[in-house]
């Protein structure tokens, strides 16, 4: 899927390429958990482990070309998979090992935190986002049932122009769909869609994650001067998915996409937090419930769940083996549950 230059330029920044479609990179809240400077928000807001969890990929390309996009062109463009399609067992094994020789640094690093290093080899947790469109693999649910086998918790990413494949996806432990503004013409300027019925395909995504059981989540990436406007807009997709959980997050000035935007399209963490509240009244049944403050993210949270955000992964675990539903407030706790 990549050209030379483009794997160059990948592996220079700590990528590493598994089979012919697959990447995983080491998270830099992993290298923080190991220096015992603190987790990222999915530990503060859901309980995952920073220091045990595997970021990957399982397509490098997208149908996107997102404006605020950090990968730039280091991710190809396509509307649909081509070139060969690797087993999922091999790409959990290999993966996992590119992921720990990206650690072995840490072995004898002075400052590193001994009891999250012993830790780090035992892999719990898999987000499925690092680029491209990870769902769009062929064999996705393939992957996620075999990461279940393992009592690896999956986080997977979608831009919301595979609606088919979120109709059809497994049970996994959290999904989440991008919306990335709040109406059809400022969706086009922002995403920059190769399918042109992009705004259709977003619809729809929306639509079948209402459907899902499991955990969801709808991620708005707030670009300050373009995208955090038309609140009654957001509100009717973010009411259309019907999601558990909504994360409000700022755009961060990095990578490729400060060829495109300015320092000043990035909003502080307050003003992130502000947006939220100005959301919230056009929203029924959410509440503000957390912050992150490190990466200027919000969690809003629907009320239903009375405070239960952290994921019970015994009771997760056990349902999958059982072949029973999983639903959101079954396998969800007011407070952090061990792997």
Aim: hydrophobic residues 40%; aromatic residues 10%.
């Amino acid at each position: 899927m990549l050209n030379i230059i483009q794997q160059q330029e990948l592996e220079k920044q700590q990528y590493r390429f598994v089979g012919s479609h697959s990447a995983v990179k080491v998270c830099g809240w992993t290298k923080n958990m190991l220096r015992g400077k603190g987790g990222c928000y999915k530990y503060a807001f859901y309980g995952i482990r920073s220091h045990q969890c595997l970021q990957m990929t399982t397509a490098m390309f997208c149908a996107n070309r997102c404006t605020f996009c950090w990968r730039g062109t280091k991710a190809p463009v396509s509307k649909t998979w081509y070139g060969p399609v690797d087993d999922p067992l091999f790409i959990i094994e290999h993966a996992f090992r590119e992921h720990l020789d990206l650690l072995l640094g840490f072995k004898g690093h002075q400052n590193a935190n001994q009891r999250a290093l012993a830790e780090s080899d035992d892999i719990r947790h898999v987000a499925l986002s690092l680029t491209g469109e990870p769902i769009a693999y062929p064999l996705i649910n393939a992957i996620i049932d075999e990461f279940h086998k393992r009592k690896v918790s999956t986080f997977l990413v979608t831009n919301a122009q595979y609606p088919e494949k979120i109709k059809d996806l497994h049970p996994i432990t959290q999904l989440y769909l991008s919306v990335d503004a709040p109406n059809k013409d400022l969706l086009k300027q922002i995403d920059k869609p190769l399918f042109p019925d992009y705004w259709e395909r977003l619809l729809d995504s929306l639509k079948y994650m209402a459907e899902k059981a499991f955990r969801t989540c709808i991620r708005l990436t707030i670009i300050k001067g373009v995208n955090d406007l038309d609140l009654p807009g957001y509100a009717r997709l973010i009411h259309l998915g019907d999601p558990d959980f909504i994360e409000i997050k700022g755009y961060m000035f990095v990578g490729a996409s400060r060829q495109v935007l300015s320092l000043a399209n990035m909003p502080y963490h307050e003003e992130v937090k502000a947006f939220a509240e100005q959301l919230l009244p056009h929203l029924q049944g959410y509440e503000l419930a957390a912050e992150h403050t490190p990466s200027r993210v919000v969690l809003l949270v629907k009320r239903s769940l009375q405070g239960k955000r952290f994921i019970n992964f015994p009771k997760f675990f056990q349902r999958i083996a059982e072949g029973k539903e999983i639903r959101t407030d079954d396998i969800s706790d007011t407070r952090m549950q061990p792997n």
